[in-house]
């Protein structure tokens, strides 16, 4: 007998910060691959929500309100993503305007940076990608540096020249882990660690995000994402249940043909593991 799974997608990005598509062709790409439970999460900015929603009610899609925070946390940043947030409330609306003030500033320190390594005109050029002003991005540079022909793909931009502590590096003061968590459970949402295999911490650190996380009143951990490789499922499959943490999944979709995984082609969340999803399901 095969067991139906429901397509659930809880990670991905529009135009309102680094994706590609507005919210409602995100929407209708979701849709149209199959997803039955979808959030958008743009980075620090709730401004696709409204379209978004619009959009899955129409195409009878179940829709989750979301976000992803950019935190500082050990001098490394970390991604906090909050789902079924209340969008429309005053504070975290006010408190991400804050944390995407610095964007600006920092990209132009990045393109004198890459001035410097010889890449001449990079933040007018990441800015005909950009959609959202006040939300210029690493991944607007990165496509420009492909699209020009410095880099083969995004990965190797983030290799050479974007990653943490690369040659155009910028460091940046985010938000603490603290305040991400509070902004969201304010927001009446959860808070759930992105793409916890992206970050280069050791062992000890990781024991500590994941410690000072729960005790903050932190939920959910992603297990599934375009952002992990396949080994790491099993991996933090474990995590979240040595720490009591409910599993999240998303494709992290940015744009067609960009990155791992497309919206609503997951492979299966491992079972048995409680979900974030569970209690939202009609
Ligand atoms: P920022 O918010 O400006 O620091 O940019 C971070 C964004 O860069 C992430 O949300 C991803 O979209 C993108 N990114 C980070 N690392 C990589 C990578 N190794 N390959 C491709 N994109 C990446
Ligand atoms: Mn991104
Ligand atoms: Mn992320
Ligand atoms: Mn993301």
Not at 129 to 140: A, E, G, K, Q, W
Not at 151 to 177: I, S
Not at 202 to 230: C, N, W, Y
Not at 245 to 258: L, M, N, R, T, V
Request: charged residues 20%; glycine residues 10%; contains cysteine.
């Amino acid at each position: 007998m095969r067991t139906q799974t429901l397509n659930v997608d809880l990670h991905c990005h529009s135009t309102a910060s680094d994706g590609l598509l507005p919210p409602k062709e995100v929407a209708q790409r979701a849709a149209a691959n199959g997803v039955q439970l979808w959030a958008l999460t743009d980075h620090d900015e709730l401004s696709g929500l409204d379209e978004a929603r619009a959009e899955a009610q129409k195409l009878g899609m179940q829709f989750i309100s979301g976000v992803e925070i950019s935190v500082t946390w050990a001098g490394r940043t970390v991604h906090i993503v909050g789902l079924n947030v209340e969008d429309h409330q005053t504070q975290i609306n006010d408190e991400l305007a804050y944390i995407r003030a610095g964007r600006e500033q920092r990209a132009k320190e990045i393109g004198d940076k890459l001035t410097g390594l010889g890449i001449k005109n990079a933040y007018e050029g990441a800015l005909r990608y950009v959609s959202n002003p006040s939300l210029i991005s690493r991944t607007h540079f990165a496509r420009f540096l492909v699209e020009e022909g410095y880099c083969a793909n995004m990965g190797e931009v983030f290799k050479r020249y974007l990653g943490d502590h690369k040659a155009a590096f910028v460091p940046m003061q985010w938000a603490t882990l603290a305040q991400s968590v509070h902004w969201i459970r304010e927001a009446g949402g959860k808070a759930i660690i992105a793409h916890p295999g992206r970050y280069e911490f050791t062992p000890v650190q990781f024991g500590a995000l994941f410690d000072e996380f729960k005790a903050l009143g932190g939920v959910g951990i992603e297990v599934v994402t375009g952002s992990h490789r396949p080994d790491q499922y099993a991996e933090y499959a474990q995590v979240a249940k040595h720490y009591g943490f409910e599993i999240s999944c998303g494709s992290d979709f940015h744009a067609p043909g960009e990155g791992r995984l497309d919206l609503g082609t997951l492979p299966p969340s491992p079972a048995g593991l409680p979900t974030v999803w569970d209690e939202w399901l009609g």
